[in-house]
């Protein structure tokens, strides 16, 4: 494992995969923190140049459906991480646990696994995401909001509406079909399988301007 503040292999997602819209959930305070995360200079995706290509494929297949791709998080740097690792170790800081964890206890966060000090988006060919309707603009109803620590969120949990399970599923096959592996615990979740950096975390910000000022 090693760090490296390079960011010459990733690119900005608006431009790799047009149409597609971005919640930057980590840029703004409606998080399981509840505050714009370390990190996140300016609300923007970024990929590895060959996840931005396997997306833009799955982009291609979810069109030809009727849905488009709503971005919640891709590219995470490691100071991110930090955060959240020294957000959970703060016992008193629990204002958005009625929304994104209401039944778990602070403290378990991190023996749990919600929390860890690396993640897969900081190797830059992970993101988060959901499908939204082309025809009304609105995200699919999951059964599940991102980012809450819990079964809900895991993709074959069956406490939900079928017409929700079925939207996860649409989800699932066409990321698994454009060459992502999904994870068990959160519906929204997906890895390129042949990640070009697969033991690299990354350090830069995420910043439409680092990209562009520099070059993709």
């Known amino acids: 494992m090693r760090y490296s503040d390079d960011h010459t292999g990733f690119v900005l997602l608006e431009d790799a995969v047009p149409g597609i ?26 990929l590895t140049k060959e996840a931005a290509a396997a997306l833009q494929k799955a982009a291609v297949l979810f069109a030809s459906k009727g849905y488009g ?32 964890y209401p039944s778990l206890d602070k403290k378990d966060l991190l023996p749990g696994g919600y929390i860890a000090a690396h ?13 939204y309707d082309l025809q009304t603009g609105e995200d699919l109803d999951m059964g599940g909001p991102f980012d809450f620590f819990g079964e809900l969120s895991h993709p074959d949990y069956k406490g939900i509406s079928p017409e929700q399970y079925a939207c996860r599923m649409v989800l699932r096959e066409g990321m698994t079909a454009c060459g992502f592996r999904p994870l068990a615990e959160e519906w ?19 910043s439409n301007g680092l990209l562009r000022t520099h070059g993709q």
Do not use: C
């Not at 305070?29 to 990190?39: A, H, P, Y």
């Not at 998080?73 to 959970?88: E, I, M, N, S």
């Not at 993640?119 to 499908?131: F, I, K, M």
């Open 119 to 131: 993640s897969g988006h900081s190797r830059g060919s992970t993101v988060d995401l959901t499908l």
């Open 21 to 46: 819209k971005q919640d930057i959930r980590y840029f703004s305070s409606f998080n399981f923190i509840g505050e714009r995360i370390d990190g996140y200079e300016e609300p923007t995706a970024i």
């Open 69 to 100: 791709i709503t971005v919640f998080d891709a590219y995470r740097p490691q100071k991110a991480v930090d955060h959240f690792v020294r957000w959970a170790g703060d016992p008193d800081d629990v204002r958005m646990k009625e929304y994104f």
């Open 188 to 206: 929204w979740h997906f890895t390129l399988r042949n990640e070009p950096y697969p033991d690299t975390y990354f350090t830069f910000p995420v």
